[in-house]
Nanobody, 122 residues
Framework: VQLQASGGGLVQAGGSLRLSCTAS????????IDWYRQAPGRQRELVAA???????NYADSVKGRFTISRDNAKNTVYLQMNSLKPEDTAVYHC?????????????????WGQGTQVTVSS
């Protein structure tokens, strides 16, 4: 299984970006989704999540500005980021929990995408 993240870049404060994370390489379904970020000198922070039950959660710092979503047909998850602030500058990572079958034997695993840099200028 491979995860490919994209969509980062440089944007002015108040702007928007949409991050994508696409999983490929096997037959599976996406069970749970996390988007994390890590800024230099700071701890990794969980920004947004969709649980296996389908509920969404957001860090207080991004509520009302970020939206997490998924496209099961494309095995892709998204993080729409609006009204970006300089403090949103960080490397963003997706983490997916996948469920699949190999010869009718179920498997599950957590996979990380490579980071994508988001830089918000003031």
């Amino acid at each position: 299984v491979q995860l490919q993240a994209s969509g980062g870049g440089l944007v002015q404060a108040g702007g928007s970006l949409r991050l994508s994370c696409t999983a490929s390489g096997s037959t599976f379904s996406i069970d749970a989704i996390d988007w994390y970020r890590q800024a230099p000198g700071r701890q990794r922070e969980l920004v947004a999540a969709i649980s296996s039950g389908g509920s969404t959660n957001y860090a207080d710092s991004v509520k009302g500005r970020f939206t997490i979503s998924r496209d099961n047909a494309k095995n892709t998850v998204y993080l729409q980021m609006n009204s970006l602030k300089p403090e949103d500058t960080a490397v963003y990572h997706c983490r997916l929990v996948l469920i699949g079958y190999n010869d009718d034997v179920p498997w599950t695993g957590a996979y990380w995408g490579q980071g994508t840099q988001v830089t918000v200028s003031s």
